[in-house]
């Protein structure tokens, strides 16, 4: 069969690498893909008419043409990467091909952060204690409701606030004191900080208590009745060492993250069933991937947020990690046949990635420095480069993103693959104000 991942990130390059290695599969293509999945298969390069590529609706007009033109049939699959083409409906759109991925109606459990906590509050699933402020919300529309809400509630380990809306994994703010929240509630709110140009993030906010514990990745495949989990994973958001400074996509992470039986027991039952079970009794046909971030308290799970695709960068060693052929997986989910097929086979050893950044993200960035050491490193036993925001020119390799490149290892233990990362591998790699945390898995 013909596949077609829509994204240019690294989830995407990981997801094709993965799909790439099934008989099942012809042909492969990224739109738009990036420097690394040129490697794997055919790039389509989105048209300049439309600047922000998968995040502007007119993509999708561009992608149904592309599909055409590449004889796309109904035996052909789509998988669809990031967040926004699924808040604009791309599932719903390209029916007539088999898509991975919830549709418009599902998606909404991430593109509306107020749908899905109160869609949690509605089905008894454990989650912070929180307020909704802004348009709409009678007699909390204001940011000075917002503020006076804040201020009652400010606790010794301070408050989260949210944006409603998509906002690229930055949306939220955990905010430490009083200061902070200030801040944080008239950005949003007020300066309008975390918009996009076709779906609002600050009209209204979430503030919440702020969990105290471990956070851990637990990200299924569902067709909708039955579900197949994926190895629970451990990233890391912010963007320097000790989790300082501001909120990325990602910096890293590692799987497996350990969990005890009993808190697995909790997640399954107490999170991911009950959200199904709210799914169904909503009328809400969701298939494909649900991601719960969650918060491991003293008093058990507690979910931060859902999302409606693989998460960056989980999915990097979560497919390295996958002994088992993906496509079949995401044929069942897409055909409501899930129940057929065996749990998830994995590799007993752990991987841990580390993500490169360009200099000064997740603020302005430059781009178009060339990266250097790639090849060398992508020959290296159990290492597998994932790339992000790259650009092919040639053999030649250039920085095009804020997140660059994800490095991959495998090894026997944690500690032996955060060794090779930090001790031999990334030194290998260059590119000119290239960043990393020197504290992932650790």
Known sequence: MKVLIVGNGGREHAMGWKIAQSPLVSELYFAPGNGGTSLLGENIPVPDSIPLGTDQPEFIDFLEYELEEKKFTENDMVVIGPDMP???????????????????????????????????????????????????????????????????????????????????????TVCNDWNEIVEAIKTTMEDRKFDTQYIPAGERIIIEEKLIGKEVS??????????????????????????????????????????????????REGVIKKALEGFRKEGIDYRGTLYAG?????????????????????????????????????????????????????????????????????????????????????????VVVFHAGTERVGDRFYTSGGRVVNIVVLANSREEARDRLYGDIIRRIYFEGMHYRGDIAA
């Open 86 to 172: 699924l808040a604009f409906g791309i599932v719903d759109r390209l029916s007539k091909y088999r898509v991975y991925g919830p549709n418009k109606q599902a998606a909404q459990i991430e593109w509306s952060k107020v749908f899905a906590k109160r869609f949690m509050r509605r089905h008894g699933i454990p989650t912070a204690q929180f307020e909704v402020f802004g348009k709409d919300e009678t007699w909390r529309s204001t940011v000075g409701n917002a503020l006076s809400y804040a201020g009652s509630r400010l606790r010794e380990y301070g408050m989260v606030v949210k944006a409603d809306g998509l906002a690229k994994g930055k949306g939220v």
């Open 218 to 267: 637990y990200i299924v495949m569902t067709d909708g009745k039955t579900y197949k989990e994926l190895a629970p994973a451990g990233d890391y958001k912010r963007i320097f060492d000790g989790d300082k400074g501001p909120n990325t996509g990602g910096m890293g992470g590692y799987s497996p993250m350990i969990v005890d039986q009993p808190t697995m027991n909790g997640i």
């Open 294 to 382: 969650l918060m491991l308290t003293e008093k058990g799970p507690f979910v931060l947020e859902f999302n409606a695709r693989f998460g960056d960068p989980e999915t990097q060693v979560t497919m390295r990690r996958m002994k088992s052929d993906l496509v079949p997986y995401l044929e069942a989910c897409i055909g409501g046949t899930l129940d057929r097929l065996p749990d998830f086979e994995w590799d007993t050893r752990p991987a841990v990635n580390v993500v490169l950044t360009s200099q000064d993200y997740p603020g302005k960035y430059a781009t178009g420095k060339e990266i250097t050491g790639l090849d060398e490193v992508s020959k290296m036993d159990d």
